[in-house]
């Protein structure tokens, strides 16, 4: 369709060396915990709430995995995009 | 007590820190707690139920937060107290546990207890050795809420008065972090491998520890006579008397290279022949001097700024930098202290900065070409240099230098800040040395050119060989690329020195080439005034420097030139070094050429 609403979701690839470790999970459950509505990551079939540090562990995203983040109310576009860079930065480490 | 019928265990485990200690164990008993009781909650009392888990948590973070500001600022494990502490707020942990005392309507030990069980199970079942240690944090995480709910007494850690061993099932950082060195021999642990918080911390307080020893605090009663070898990875639960003298003469033979090394490492590094090198040390944070130090690094050759810009929503201010910058150059006057100006996109570091993407981020915005085009962030860090320079030897050092252009620019920007402290009546000296990085090939073959413009280069030969080579060492198709001893990095660093000299400017080194033992021959030999390292490394490359002559090593390096590969240049130092080099590397032994990488 055209002229269809901003995207709610994001590809992107796991840059960092350690993955998806406690500490850049809790950088991203920091952002997420803003959210208005849930935010998610998905890994394959499975998805975790992106506020919660453990449930993102659960992913086991190393380096190279591809996750995807979806928001679910669109006033949190910003999260969306600052999570899909703090991602693609490689968490600055 | 002696008793005559204790056979002698051997207990073996993983060697988690170096070193010998033979003492009394000291059980630290966590028991009890597992054993938890289970009742139903009635309907109008679920309410009260979920305060009391509530109340818990708070306590539990309450308690943390105390411990956390009662550590020694230097130990590293705060952020891993900090992380219990947001996993004590975690959905998966405490909502799920709200939840469950809802759902099933039990009481909150036993929820809590169910919800950690399933988590644990699918951090054990991962295949990142990483992650399956992290079920060990939520484990020491529900145990700190549990002790709240079942009011059992916290062993207090930091009242033990006796020079023990402990013995633990495991160690929580906070618990360790409590842990007085002065009474403290060394300790072992059932669980934990060398990747967890207890190996780690062992190693930082220097104290001897075994871990994953399964069955210890099943095998091991208070009191019990034992030694805990941390270089081999075994404890012996009642050593025969002829373990004990065994023991005692390694403990003598380890502590006497320890020491003789480390009394060694305070005196200056002079060659056999007389030269004199400054052996410094690379730090990140201001704490980390205090190791420079005690190792006897001669200051500071590399000041990595980042670390403050990471994990904050905004910059750091300039007194923030200066404070920053002032506690190393306090410590270290008159000793040089070489703070390298931000080294990274700043834009990246910061948690809430939304910026761009860059394809290729190494060849993209960062170091130097991000500080000129951000000047106000880099005149903010400038201000603070100069102004920390007033109180000691400071000397500012510009990273990823590609033309003379961003060394003229910068030194432009260094006036401007000079001028505007000047009008507002702050102290500060500009009348500092000022270095560039040569880590960028453009850099060395534009050497003499960079050289009319500045006071010393400092060779960063990390950047330097992948720039250099093309070769990404994260990269683990190419990492084995990764050559230190490559002819034409081996040449570049000859070159640039070459020039250096020429142009009567000093040249230093501070990439990981420069701490290790095997390629000091050949950086002597090349001419580097200064070689810069992590600290630990120190004491070694001083020995390493004591035993060489300098002259030597000028004839050795014109063979090396003539070298075609990595491979020849390493058979040639160990033709030409290997025994010095074995010999004053106690327990590394003789060093293999590796067709990998070197980490």
């Known amino acids: 369709m055209i002229n269809s609403a901003p995207k709610l979701t994001r590809q992107v690839i796991i840059v960092n060396e350690l993955g998806l470790h406690a500490r850049s999970a809790a950088k991203i459950a920091k952002l997420a915990s803003r959210s208005k509505a849930s935010v998610w990551i998905q890994k394959g079939s499975v998805k975790a709430d992106a506020s919660s540090i453990l449930d993102i562990l659960t992913l086991e995203c190393e380096k190279g995995s591809k996750i995807t983040i979806s928001i679910e109310n669109k006033a949190d576009y910003d999260i969306l995009e600052a999570i899909a860079d703090l991602v693609e930065g490689g968490f600055g480490e | 007590m002696e008793t005559t019928d204790a056979q002698e265990i051997i207990i073996k485990g993983i060697n988690a820190s170096p070193g010998i200690c033979i003492g009394k164990a000291y059980l630290v008993d966590r028991e009890g707690v597992d054993v938890l009781r289970h009742y139903h909650i009635p309907e109008k009392k679920l309410s009260n139920e979920i305060k009391r888990f509530k109340t818990a948590v708070k306590k539990a973070r309450d308690d943390l937060d105390r411990i956390v500001a009662n550590s020694p600022k230097e130990l590293?494990?705060?952020?891993?107290?900090?992380?219990?502490?947001?996993?004590?707020?975690?959905?998966?942990?405490?909502?799920?546990?709200?939840?469950?005392?809802?759902?099933?309507?039990?009481?909150?030990?036993?929820?809590?207890?169910?919800?950690?069980?399933?988590?644990?199970?699918?951090?054990?079942?991962?295949?990142?050795?990483?992650?399956?240690?992290?079920?060990?944090?939520?484990?020491?995480?529900?145990?700190?809420?549990?002790?709240?709910?079942?009011?059992?007494?916290?062993?207090?850690?930091a009242s033990i008065d006796k020079r023990v061993i402990l013995v633990a099932r495991d160690l929580s950082p906070a618990d360790t972090s409590q842990i007085n060195l002065d009474r403290i021999k060394g300790?072992?642990?059932?669980?934990?491998?060398?990747?967890?918080?207890?190996?780690?911390?062992?190693?930082?307080?220097?104290?001897?520890?075994?871990?994953?020893?399964?069955?210890?605090?099943?095998k091991i009663k208070n009191d019990d006579l034992i030694i805990v070898d941390g270089n081999s990875g075994a404890v012996?639960?009642?050593?025969?008397?002829?373990?004990?003298?065994?023991?005692?003469?390694?403990?003598?033979?380890?502590?006497?290279?320890?020491?003789?090394?480390?009394?060694?490492?305070?005196?200056?590094?002079?060659?056999?022949?007389?030269?004199?090198?400054?052996?410094?040390?690379?730090i990140e944070s201001p704490e980390e001097v205090f190791s420079v130090i005690k190792y006897g690094g001669d200051g500071i050759g590399l000041y990595r700024t980042e670390f403050q810009y990471f994990n904050r929503p905004e910059f750091p201010t300039e007194d923030e930098l200066f404070d920053k910058y002032k506690d190393v150059v306090d410590v270290m006057v008159p000793k040089p202290v070489t703070i390298r100006t931000l080294d990274i996109n700043?834009?990246?570091?910061?948690?809430?900065?939304?910026?761009?993407?860059?394809?290729?981020?190494?060849?993209?915005?960062?170091?130097?070409?991000?500080?000129?085009?951000?000047?106000?962030?880099?005149?903010?860090?400038?201000?603070?240099?100069?102004?920390?320079?007033?109180?000691?030897?400071?000397r500012i050092l510009l990273p990823m230098i590609s033309t003379c252009f961003e060394i003229w620019e910068s030194k432009q920007l260094l006036d401007e800040v000079a001028e505007s402290l000047d009008k507002e009546g702050v102290t500060f000296n500009r009348n500092i040395e000022i270095g560039a990085m040569i880590e960028v090939p453009s850099a060395v073959i534009m050497a003499d050119a960079l050289a009319e413009n500045v006071d010393f280069f400092s060779i960063g030969t990390n950047d330097l060989i992948q720039y250099s080579l093309a070769i990404d060492r994260g990269n683990e198709h190419v990492a084995h690329l990764y050559q230190p001893l490559?002819?034409?990095?081996?040449?570049?660093?000859?070159?640039?020195a070459d020039v250096a000299k020429e142009k009567g400017i000093k040249i230093f080194i501070c990439g990981e080439m420069a701490g290790t033992p095997h390629h000091i021959p050949l950086l002597l030999g090349i001419g580097m005034d200064e070689l810069s390292m992590n600290p630990q490394s120190i004491p070694v490359v001083k020995r390493v420097i004591r035993s060489l002559r300098v002259e030597d090593t000028r004839s050795f390096i014109k063979e090396v030139l003539k070298q075609p590969t990595a491979k020849s240049t390493f058979e040639l130092i160990n033709d030409t070094y290997g025994s010095i080099l074995s010999e004053q590397m106690y327990t590394e032994g003789s060093v293999q050429f590796s067709d990998r990488a070197e980490r």
């Open chain 2, 76 to 157: 590293k494990e705060v952020h891993i107290l900090e992380t219990h502490m947001a996993l004590l707020k975690d959905k998966a942990l405490y909502g799920k546990t709200i939840e469950t005392i809802k759902a099933q309507r039990v009481n909150a030990e036993w929820a809590l207890k169910q919800v950690v069980s399933d988590l644990i199970d699918v951090f054990r079942n991962m295949q990142d050795a990483y992650l399956r240690e992290r079920s060990e944090d939520i484990v020491h995480v529900s145990n700190r809420i549990i002790i709240n709910l079942v009011g059992a007494e916290v062993v207090d850690i």
């Open chain 2, 486 to 496: 490559d002819p034409a990095i081996i040449r570049m660093l000859k070159h640039t």
């Open chain 2, 236 to 282: 012996i639960v009642h050593p025969t008397e002829k373990t004990l003298e065994k023991y005692e003469e390694r403990n003598i033979e380890y502590e006497e290279y320890r020491a003789v090394i480390t009394r060694e490492s305070q005196a200056a590094a002079e060659s056999a022949d007389g030269v004199r090198l400054e052996v410094m040390g690379n």
């Open chain 2, 187 to 218: 300790f072992i642990t059932d669980h934990g491998g060398k990747a967890s918080h207890t190996g780690i911390i062992a190693r930082a307080l220097e104290i001897p520890a075994v871990v994953g020893l399964q069955t210890a605090t099943r």
């Open chain 2, 346 to 394: 700043g834009d990246k570091a910061l948690t809430n900065h939304l910026s761009y993407d860059e394809v290729n981020p190494a060849l993209g915005l960062r170091a130097i070409r991000y500080c000129l085009k951000k000047p106000n962030v880099f005149k903010n860090q400038l201000r603070a240099i100069l102004r920390a320079a007033a109180h000691g030897n400071v």
